[in-house]
């Protein structure tokens, strides 16, 4: 093989590379948001209604919801990953927060079963004030 031919080999192998690269960062990315508007979805209802057609919440937790928000409620924020021990255990994909008019926050830690939007609720507690 002459030597232009595997410079441009080489000089192709490299594009290829970084087209690669760059459409994985991308997908990275989208998967990244979609979540981030899903657990934003499920905060929001959450807060409005107690329930979520994304989320499968226990009667438990739904009741303990239900007593949070007997004072009205709003969706606070989203964090990627698991609280750390001892209220997590590294198994959320998500947390997300509520707040209610009396100032009290609600952490609901959630996993994602699959890929298609459902999302199983592990625990809630209550973290200390967050600021937007």
Same mark, same amino acid.
């Given at each position: 093989?002459?030597?232009? +031919?595997?410079?441009?080999?080489?000089? $192709?192998?490299?594009?290829?590379?970084?087209? @690669?690269?760059?459409?994985?960062?991308?997908?990275?990315?989208?998967? *990244?948001?979609?979540?981030?508007? &899903?657990?934003?979805? %499920?905060? &929001?209802?959450?807060? =409005?209604?107690?329930?979520?057609?994304?989320? &499968?919440?226990?009667? #438990?937790?739904?009741?303990?919801?239900?007593? !949070?928000?007997?004072? /009205?409620?709003?969706?606070?924020?989203?964090? !990627?990953?698991? &609280?750390?021990?001892? %209220?997590?255990?590294?198994?959320? =994909?998500?947390? @997300?927060?509520?707040?209610?008019?009396?100032?009290? =926050?609600?952490?609901?830690?959630?996993?994602? +079963?699959? /890929?298609?939007? #459902?999302?199983? =609720?592990? #625990?809630?507690? *209550?973290?200390? $004030?967050?600021?937007?």
């Amino acid at each position: 093989m002459k030597r232009g +031919d595997l410079i441009f080999l080489l000089v $192709a192998l490299l594009v290829i590379g970084i087209l @690669i690269f760059g459409v994985l960062k991308h997908y990275r990315r989208a998967a *990244q948001f979609r979540i981030h508007y &899903e657990n934003m979805l %499920i905060a &929001e209802q959450l807060a =409005t209604r107690t329930n979520s057609d994304l989320v &499968e919440l226990p009667a #438990s937790l739904s009741n303990q919801l239900a007593r !949070f928000l007997a004072s /009205p409620g709003h969706a606070q924020g989203m964090e !990627f990953g698991d &609280e750390p021990p001892p %209220i997590g255990d590294g198994s959320a =994909t998500t947390r @997300i927060f509520l707040t209610n008019t009396i100032g009290e =926050t609600l952490g609901i830690r959630l996993r994602r +079963d699959g /890929p298609y939007s #459902s999302y199983r =609720t592990l #625990s809630l507690w *209550q973290p200390p $004030a967050r600021k937007n």
